[in-house]
Nanobody, 126 residues
Framework: QVQLVESGGGLVQAGGSLRLSCAAS????????MGWFRQAPGKEREFVAA????????TYADSVKGRFTISRDNAKNTVFLQMNSLKPEDTAVYYC???????????????????WGQGIQVTVSS
């Protein structure tokens, strides 16, 4: 079992930056693939980025490539999402997700993950 708590959301102007954090409980954080998803009003939850527990391999949605960076600090049980050059269409509730010891390097579907945070709002004004 792992509990996930997101922080760092808020309101930012277009072109600005935010860094989301997701703190995980437990002693085996380094064995989890971590992902970020987002859900805008009236839309399905969509994949943003993931970082694998093996080799720290990262994957991104095409819509955020070159603007967002996912990283992790296993010593602090935390995964980050640095979001730069934000656009109004990035407005959504952002969710952190975790999957224990999965050997796939690409996990971009909601059902790939077993644990979810409560979500945090990111609003980008034009």
């Amino acid at each position: 079992q792992v509990q996930l708590v997101e922080s760092g959301g808020g309101l930012v102007q277009a072109g600005g930056s935010l860094r989301l954090s997701c703190a995980a409980s437990g002693r085996t954080f380094s064995s989890y693939t971590m992902g970020w998803f987002r859900q805008a009003p009236g839309k399905e939850r969509e994949f943003v980025a993931a970082i694998a527990w093996i080799g720290g391999i990262t994957t991104y949605a095409d819509s955020v490539k070159g603007r967002f960076t996912i990283s992790r600090d296993n010593a602090k049980n935390t995964v980050f999402l640095q979001m730069n050059s934000l656009k109004p269409e990035d407005t959504a509730v952002y969710y952190c997700a975790a999957k224990f010891r999965d050997f796939r390097t690409t996990m971009s579907r909601t059902y790939d993950y077993d644990y979810w945070g409560q979500g945090i709002q990111v609003t980008v004004s034009s």
